[in-house]
């Protein structure tokens, strides 16, 4: 019996042993959550990697402005004003004819000759109220983004269906056809953009900020080189400019095209602030979508896609582009600290090329990305990959085809095969790169 005993003391002792160790055993640390920030109009904080503090690993937020992970939900953007719905006016109220009063007469009536009382006097019929027209449907802007159609023919499931821009392209894009799908203009290849951001032939994307009041090459080869001229402001703060495209000067065959953006203080959408000209001669092109030009010289073409600030120009079995004038915004220069003001919005260009007959020797900023033998130095995963060579690619004038990268004879080489023909290329409307494919 005091066997027992003694094992079942010895047992209740070992589980107390036991479970003191359990409860002072530290808990483990868990592991950290990654977040990511989800506004785009925080370009260098969007979809960047984070990890929740230690104080709150697995319940935290983050605070797009500042970029950093917060254990309390930062304070939300003020919600857009809710859409009035017009209301239907109330339906007039039901209303008994009754027949007109006998016709009044300056004589007295002769006395009645029969029994009957005369009639009860009667009210005029309360006209019907006019119903008030509806109001006019919302602009662009309050709907929040350009309505644009497919307009290929070819396509009948998608011709002349109306999409509206997405929210990271609302004043700029196009309706892919075969996708039926509205896609940004700036984010194919061939797209200069912004803060100059170019997307080359081999889908990469990349910046190259040259330098304020200078020209610079973007495309050189046999029969065709286009030179760009940059507008810009310094920020004390940097070392660089903030740049933009304001003109483009075209050389092909023996022609020169210039287009450019005039400079503006206040913006307006209704006012055309873009300037082109063909051999030194004004473009006089009509206000109004669909308003075209024809050189009677040349095989150049240019319509406008837009009401105003907005065209498409085509040298036939030579190049495509099209060109947008656009203002830098208060809001974008509040987010990138451009320190825009009144008096000048620095409006620029917002283009995208497709060539027809580029050589394999093809150079420039943008051309070099078409080349044979090009190999990008664009660093993958950086949120914006830097591209040098101002000195090569530095022209002296707008029309002047003198960089060292230059090509131009104004001569078409023959038996030069593009390499670029028949390549499709899309991008997601979040992402920074393109894929192409044949």
């Given at each position: ?85 017009p209301?239907?006016p ?13 016709q ?6 002769p ?15 309360t ?82 900020h ?109 190049f495509?582009?099209?060109a ?86 104004g001569?078409?080489?023959?038996g030069?095969?593009?390499e ?12 920074r ?6």
């Amino acid at each position: 019996m005091v066997r027992y005993s003694n094992l079942l003391l010895l047992l209740i002792i070992s589980l107390s042993i036991l479970l003191a160790l359990t409860q002072a055993e530290p808990n483990k640390p868990k592991k950290p959550k990654k977040i990511k920030c989800k506004d785009k109009w925080y370009p260098d904080c969007y979809k960047k990697d984070l990890y929740c503090p230690e104080s709150c690993p697995r319940t935290c937020f983050v605070d797009c402005r500042t970029c950093q992970p917060l254990c309390t939900q930062p304070p939300p953007s003020p919600p857009p004003p809710p859409k009035r719905k017009p209301r239907s006016p109330p339906p007039p109220p039901a209303t008994t004819y009754s027949p007109p009063p006998p016709q009044a007469s300056s004589w007295p009536p002769p006395p009645a000759t029969n029994a009957y009382p005369p009639p009860p006097p009667t009210q005029t019929p309360t006209p019907t109220p006019a119903t008030p027209q509806s109001p006019p449907p919302p602009s662009e802007e309050a709907a929040g983004g350009k309505r644009v159609r497919c307009r290929n023919k070819n396509y009948p499931s998608c011709y002349g269906m109306e999409h509206t821009c997405p929210s990271a392209c609302p004043d700029q894009c196009e309706v892919d056809c075969v996708t039926c799908s509205p896609v940004c203009n700036c984010n194919k290849p061939g797209a200069v953009c912004q803060d100059p951001r170019f997307i080359g032939g081999d889908g990469l994307t990349f910046y190259f900020h040259g330098k304020k009041d200078h020209d610079f090459c973007l495309v050189s080869d046999s029969n065709l080189h286009i030179n760009a001229h940059f507008i810009g402001k310094r920020n004390p703060n940097m070392t660089r400019d903030f740049t933009w495209v304001q003109s483009l000067g075209i050389l092909f065959d023996n022609h020169k095209l210039f287009i450019g953006a005039k400079k503006t203080s206040t913006w307006s959408n209704a006012i055309d602030r873009l300037s082109l000209a063909f051999d030194g001669e004004p473009v006089l092109l009509p206000v109004g979508e669909g308003a075209t030009w024809q050189s009677p010289e040349s095989s150049i073409a240019v319509s406008r896609t837009q009401d105003v600030n907005s065209v498409e120009i085509e040298v036939e079995g030579n190049f495509k582009l099209k060109a947008t004038v656009v203002p830098i915004t208060k809001k974008e220069s509040q987010i990138h600290q451009y320190g825009i003001t009144e008096e000048d919005c620095f409006a620029h260009l917002d283009v995208s090329f497709k060539f027809f007959a580029l050589s394999r020797e093809v150079n420039g900023v943008l051309g070099q990305t078409y080349g044979k033998n090009y190999v990008s130095r664009v660093k993958m995963g950086l949120p914006m990959s830097v591209l040098g060579g101002e000195r090569k690619f530095s022209a002296s004038s707008l029309f002047a085809a003198d960089c060292m990268a230059a090509r131009f004879d104004g001569k078409r080489k023959s038996g030069l095969e593009d390499e670029f023909v028949g390549m499709e290329c899309g991008s997601g409307m979040g992402g920074r790169g393109v894929v192409c494919k044949k």
